[in-house]
Antibody, heavy 123, light 107 residues
């Protein structure tokens, strides 16, 4: 079965960086775009970035340009999201999520989600 | 950036009743809207995509409609497990955006 398994919770100080991993299994890793979406405590969903695991092409939301970077390791079917210059307002649950169709473009809907990784930014 | 405005913010209904949730876009998004359900402490679950298509395994009591700027998610007869937060999402324009959510609570 399809699974996206994310790394564990992180606590970081302002100004630091965090790296969250998302390991995919149960499907052809290179066939589906993977996105990152975050959710601040008690708030809604915010789209951050996308990567195509095959070529490594990325698109980042303008809000996060220069602070976020996605990479992938096809040998382990893992995508990494690194967010730098952390601020308290970056405290959120970060989700990786898969585009539902392998033939859809990068902008589509999400059928499988990771369990979420809580990143807490506090001095 | 396209803004999606969901209404109402909170909807209080009883099991067995019909729920109607609205999502309005700040400009036309065609029919490229989806709906997700999120329960406390869980990741969102895709219910509807491209305005009216039910995702795999989603019960027939969930239906979606609309095009352009106005979209509706209807739950025909509420089951106890349907009480959750619902989000709409558009994929028409970058960046993809979500509505702020409608909380469906038990009356």
């Amino acid at each position: 079965q399809v699974q996206l398994v994310q790394s564990g919770a992180e606590v970081k100080k302002p100004g630091a960086s965090v790296r969250v991993s998302c390991k995919a299994s149960g499907y052809t890793f290179t066939a589906h775009y993977l996105h990152w979406v975050r959710q601040a405590p008690g708030q809604g969903l915010e789209w951050m970035a996308i990567i195509h695991p095959s070529g490594g092409n990325t698109i980042y939301a303008q809000k996060f340009q220069g602070r976020v970077a996605l990479t992938r390791d096809t040998s382990t079917s893992t995508v990494y999201m690194e967010l730098s210059s952390l601020r308290p307002e970056d405290t959120a649950v970060y989700y990786c999520t898969r585009v539902a169709s392998p033939t859809a473009g990068p902008a589509y809907f999400f059928d499988y989600w990771g369990q979420g990784t809580l990143v807490t930014v506090s001095s | 950036e396209i803004v999606l405005t969901q209404s109402p913010a909170t909807l209080s209904l009883s099991p067995g009743e019909r729920a109607t949730l609205s999502c309005r876009a700040s400009q036309s998004v065609g029919y490229y809207v989806g709906w997700y359900q999120q329960k406390y402490g869980q990741a969102p679950r895709l219910l509807i995509y491209d305005a009216s298509k039910r995702a795999t395994g989603i019960a027939a009591r969930f239906s979606g409609s609309g095009s352009g700027t106005d979209f509706t998610l209807t739950i025909s007869s509420l089951e106890p497990e349907d009480f959750a937060v619902y989000y709409c999402q558009q994929r028409s324009n970058w960046p993809m955006t979500f509505g702020q959510g409608t909380r469906l609570e038990i009356k």
